[in-house]
């Protein structure tokens, strides 16, 4: 067993979470990633490994991978009329569930859940944190509010950013669906007040951002509990 196995494994035997300890424990999954090999074999898990770690992910493949696919994601839903005008003179998308559940699904934490079991039970490692919903429902909550405005944006580095770009404009030509941020923010931080009064039982939103200054919102990391409610389905 590795150092990084056996402090994974100590950090989980404890059954305490607070964001120091979630934090460490997505830098070791991260590190057992790297040295066992497995960054594509399990690669929601490495995405929101790197997420958590960088304060601006942009450098990263996976990053530039997730905005290729929320932009295809955009470009496929032709509901997106569904919008107003931002005072700033942007678009922001208004209510339409099918959006929620297309970006929950992409880059929910229920497929994380899933990799994070299969991990931990290849390498040896205790699940029953993980496994146990009040425990998990902790962790994702903790997980949630640390990545809150640790944006998501193109690569910096010029080769890079232009072969981003090209990327994005072979998905689509229209400005207005090309996804050039995407970050998570608190129920209190949306503008307008409308998003707060229509999910006022969420906490953590999806804020994309396009190339052309349109912005695109909405709950994400819906629990069970609340699916089940008619709020929800507003």
Same mark, same amino acid.
């Given at each position: 067993?590795?150092?990084? +196995?056996?402090?994974?494994?100590?950090?989980?035997?404890?059954?305490?979470? /607070?964001?120091?300890?979630?934090? =460490?424990?997505?830098? !070791?999954?991260?590190?057992?990633?790297?040295?066992?090999? !497995?960054?594509?074999?399990?690669? +929601?898990? %490495?995405?929101?490994?790197?997420?958590?770690?960088?304060?601006?992910? @942009?450098?990263?493949?996976?990053? $530039?991978?997730?905005?290729?696919?929320?932009?295809?994601? &955009?470009?496929?839903?032709?509901?997106?009329?569904? =919008?107003?005008?931002?005072?700033?003179?942007? =678009? *922001?998308?208004?209510?339409?569930?099918?959006?929620?559940?297309?970006?929950?699904?992409?880059?929910?934490?229920?497929?994380?859940?899933?990799?994070?079991?299969?991990?931990? $039970? $290849?390498?040896?490692?205790?699940?029953?944190? *993980?496994?146990?919903?009040?425990?998990?429902?902790?962790?994702?909550?903790? &997980?949630?509010?640390?990545?809150?405005?640790?944006?998501?944006?193109?690569?910096?580095? %010029?080769?890079?950013?232009?072969?981003?770009?090209?990327?994005? $404009?072979?998905?689509? +030509?229209?400005?207005?669906?090309?996804?050039?941020?995407?970050?998570?923010?608190? /129920?209190?931080?949306?503008?307008?007040?409308?998003?707060?009064?229509?999910?006022?039982?969420?906490? *953590?939103?999806?804020?994309?951002?396009?190339?052309?200054?349109?912005?695109?919102?909405?709950?994400?990391? *819906?629990?069970?509990?609340?699916?089940?409610?008619?709020? @929800?389905?507003?």
């Amino acid at each position: 067993m590795s150092k990084n +196995q056996d402090d994974l494994r100590n950090l989980i035997t404890r059954d305490f979470l /607070n964001t120091p300890a979630v934090v =460490y424990m997505m830098v !070791l999954a991260r590190k057992l990633l790297e040295e066992n090999k !497995l960054k594509t074999t399990f690669k +929601q898990l %490495n995405f929101y490994c790197c997420w958590t770690v960088h304060a601006n992910l @942009s450098e990263d493949e996976s990053c $530039q991978i997730i905005l290729l696919k929320l932009t295809e994601v &955009l470009s496929h839903l032709v509901f997106l009329k569904k =919008y107003r005008i931002a005072d700033d003179g942007g =678009y *922001i998308w208004n209510g339409d569930e099918a959006l929620n559940i297309e970006i929950n699904k992409f880059l929910g934490l229920d497929y994380l859940r899933k990799e994070i079991i299969d991990l931990f $039970q $290849q390498l040896n490692i205790p699940t029953e944190i *993980i496994k146990n919903d009040g425990k998990w429902y902790q962790f994702c909550e903790i &997980l949630c509010r640390h990545l809150v405005e640790q944006k998501i944006v193109p690569p910096f580095n %010029n080769l890079k950013k232009r072969e981003f770009f090209s990327d994005i $404009q072979q998905i689509t +030509q229209l400005e207005k669906w090309q996804v050039i941020g995407f970050s998570l923010v608190y /129920n209190d931080d949306l503008i307008p007040e409308l998003f707060r009064k229509l999910h006022e039982a969420y906490k *953590i939103f999806f804020e994309m951002e396009t190339i052309s200054n349109e912005y695109f919102v909405g709950p994400f990391w *819906i629990p069970e509990e609340l699916k089940q409610s008619p709020r @929800s389905s507003t």
